[in-house]
């Protein structure tokens, strides 16, 4: 009886260690840094993304529906957080590192450095990933979720597609580019 209480602690503590992944996920970095004030965050629902006119193609609607919300999470560096900005970038840095994450481009403008990474299949993308950094302004994250959406099927999209100027979400966003300008 003893051998078989032994054995089920064993089994019970092996399923709790392979069930904690302690591997970072850019989820929880964002959900985690929205609780600090250094960070500004805005989720952004895909509903305030519009199409300009209702005489569009089944394949934009359709592509349209694939995008399901938007996170965008930005650290302005100051005087006062240089360290903070330098860990937090490279918190950020390690979790795109990750081989789940798959790179389609990587990128410098003048001192600034961007990537674009995604999840998913190449046809069938659930992620993407926008992260861009610049040692003197700070850093920001662009976090697209969706189901199955194709990277050349939203290019094409953004030619047909508006924002819904009058949304918290859209005016939060605003507020958010414009301090870090």
């Known amino acids: 009886m003893l051998k078989f209480k032994i054995k089920g602690i064993l089994l019970a503590a092996a399923l709790v260690l392979i069930s ?4 970072p996920t850019l989820q929880k970095y964002i959900v985690d840094s929205k609780e600090n004030n250094e960070f500004m965050s805005v989720d952004v629902p895909a509903s305030i993304i519009q199409l ?9 609607k359709n592509t349209l529906n694939t995008i399901k919300k938007m996170n965008f999470l930005a650290l302005q560096l100051n005087e006062n957080n240089e360290k903070l900005y330098v860990s937090e970038k490279m918190k950020v840095e ?3 590192k990750n081989p789940k994450y798959k790179q389609l ?16 299949d190449e046809n069938a993308i659930n992620e993407v990933v926008v992260f861009g950094s610049d040692n003197k302004k700070g850093f920001a994250i662009v976090r697209i979720l969706g189901e199955n959406m194709n990277p050349s099927d939203i290019l094409k999209l953004s030619q047909d597609i508006k924002i819904d100027g009058n949304s918290n979400q859209m005016n939060q966003l605003e507020s958010l580019f414009k301090s870090l300008n």
């Open 20 to 23: 904690c992944n302690t591997t």
């Open 52 to 60: 300009k006119n209702v005489d569009v193609s089944d394949s934009a």
């Open 94 to 96: 390690k979790i795109l």
């Open 105 to 120: 481009i990587r990128f410098k403008r003048n001192k600034s450095n961007v990537s674009v990474n995604y999840l998913g």
